[in-house]
Protein backbone atom coordinates (compact mmCIF):
# COMPACT_ATOMS: atom_id res chain seq x y z
CA UNK A 1 0.00 0.00 0.00
CA UNK A 2 1.43 3.36 -1.17
CA UNK A 3 2.22 5.41 1.99
CA UNK A 4 3.94 8.94 2.72
CA UNK A 5 4.30 9.96 6.39
CA UNK A 6 5.62 13.49 7.71
CA UNK A 7 7.15 13.97 10.67
CA UNK A 8 9.34 16.82 12.31
CA UNK A 9 6.92 19.46 12.97
CA UNK A 10 6.14 21.02 16.21
CA UNK A 11 6.70 24.44 17.74
CA UNK A 12 9.07 26.81 17.73
CA UNK A 13 10.28 30.42 17.86
CA UNK A 14 10.13 33.01 15.27
CA UNK A 15 13.68 32.82 13.50
CA UNK A 16 14.00 29.15 14.19
CA UNK A 17 14.89 26.53 12.42
CA UNK A 18 13.14 23.31 11.64
CA UNK A 19 13.56 19.89 9.49
CA UNK A 20 10.87 18.47 8.02
CA UNK A 21 10.64 14.41 6.65
CA UNK A 22 8.65 12.41 4.59
CA UNK A 23 8.96 8.52 4.91
CA UNK A 24 7.72 6.85 1.39
CA UNK A 25 6.71 3.21 1.20
CA UNK A 26 4.87 0.53 -1.14
CA UNK A 27 5.66 2.97 -4.69
CA UNK A 28 8.28 3.13 -6.68
CA UNK A 29 9.86 6.15 -5.03
CA UNK A 30 12.50 7.11 -7.65
CA UNK A 31 10.16 7.61 -10.53
CA UNK A 32 8.04 10.13 -8.47
CA UNK A 33 8.32 13.80 -8.65
CA UNK A 34 8.12 15.13 -4.63
CA UNK A 35 6.15 17.95 -3.31
CA UNK A 36 5.76 19.85 0.06
CA UNK A 37 2.48 21.81 0.49
CA UNK A 38 0.91 23.59 3.40
CA UNK A 39 -2.29 24.43 4.80
CA UNK A 40 -2.45 27.15 7.39
CA UNK A 41 -5.82 27.12 9.56
CA UNK A 42 -8.89 28.45 7.76
CA UNK A 43 -7.15 28.44 4.79
CA UNK A 44 -6.51 26.80 1.05
CA UNK A 45 -3.38 24.41 0.46
CA UNK A 46 -0.25 26.01 -0.94
CA UNK A 47 2.32 24.65 -3.02
CA UNK A 48 5.76 25.24 -0.87
CA UNK A 49 8.44 23.08 -3.08
CA UNK A 50 9.29 20.43 -5.10
CA UNK A 51 11.74 18.25 -6.60
CA UNK A 52 12.07 16.23 -9.32
CA UNK A 53 12.19 12.15 -9.28
CA UNK A 54 16.05 12.00 -9.59
CA UNK A 55 16.78 15.49 -7.02
CA UNK A 56 18.70 17.47 -9.83
CA UNK A 57 15.89 20.11 -10.16
CA UNK A 58 13.72 21.75 -7.59
CA UNK A 59 11.62 24.69 -7.05
CA UNK A 60 10.21 27.11 -3.85
CA UNK A 61 7.66 29.24 -3.58
CA UNK A 62 8.46 32.71 -3.46
CA UNK A 63 7.12 32.97 -0.01
CA UNK A 64 9.90 31.13 1.30
CA UNK A 65 12.82 31.27 -1.08
CA UNK A 66 15.74 31.91 0.63
CA UNK A 67 14.75 30.04 3.84
CA UNK A 68 13.18 26.86 2.84
CA UNK A 69 15.15 23.61 1.03
CA UNK A 70 13.73 20.75 -0.40
CA UNK A 71 16.05 17.52 -0.49
CA UNK A 72 15.52 13.86 -1.25
CA UNK A 73 17.71 10.41 -0.62
CA UNK A 74 16.39 8.01 -3.23
CA UNK A 75 18.20 5.55 -1.49
CA UNK A 76 16.21 6.28 1.63
CA UNK A 77 12.85 6.85 0.32
CA UNK A 78 12.93 10.22 2.22
CA UNK A 79 12.25 13.66 1.14
CA UNK A 80 13.02 16.66 3.80
CA UNK A 81 12.10 20.02 3.48
CA UNK A 82 14.62 22.34 5.52
CA UNK A 83 13.07 25.31 6.82
CA UNK A 84 15.06 28.35 9.01
CA UNK A 85 14.25 31.65 9.73
CA UNK A 86 10.78 30.62 10.56
CA UNK A 87 8.13 33.46 10.78
CA UNK A 88 4.72 32.97 12.11
CA UNK A 89 2.83 33.22 8.96
CA UNK A 90 4.94 29.86 8.60
CA UNK A 91 2.45 28.42 10.86
CA UNK A 92 0.50 25.75 8.77
CA UNK A 93 -0.26 21.42 8.66
CA UNK A 94 2.63 20.51 6.52
CA UNK A 95 1.91 17.69 3.79
CA UNK A 96 3.87 15.54 1.69
CA UNK A 97 3.00 14.93 -1.54
CA UNK A 98 4.06 12.20 -4.71
CA UNK A 99 3.24 12.35 -7.82
CA UNK A 100 3.81 10.04 -11.00
CA UNK A 101 4.20 10.62 -15.04
CA UNK A 102 0.88 9.02 -15.46
CA UNK A 103 -0.84 11.34 -12.84
CA UNK A 104 -0.96 9.00 -9.97
CA UNK A 105 -0.90 10.96 -6.24
CA UNK A 106 -0.09 10.21 -3.01
CA UNK A 107 -0.79 12.04 0.19
CA UNK A 108 0.68 12.05 3.58
CA UNK A 109 -1.46 13.36 6.96
CA UNK A 110 0.44 15.92 7.63
CA UNK A 111 2.50 17.46 10.19
CA UNK A 112 1.58 20.29 12.03
CA UNK A 113 4.25 23.41 13.01
CA UNK A 114 3.21 25.83 14.54
CA UNK A 115 5.77 29.45 15.16
CA UNK A 116 4.73 31.25 18.14
CA UNK A 117 7.02 33.41 20.86
Known amino acids: QARLVESGGGVVQPGGSLRLSCAAS????????MSWYRQPPGEGQELVAG????????NVADSVKGRFTISRDNAKNMVYLQMSSLKPSDTAVYLC??????????WGQGTQVTVSS
Open 97 to 106: RADSDDSYTI
Open 26 to 33: GFPFIYYT
Open 51 to 58: ISSSGNTS
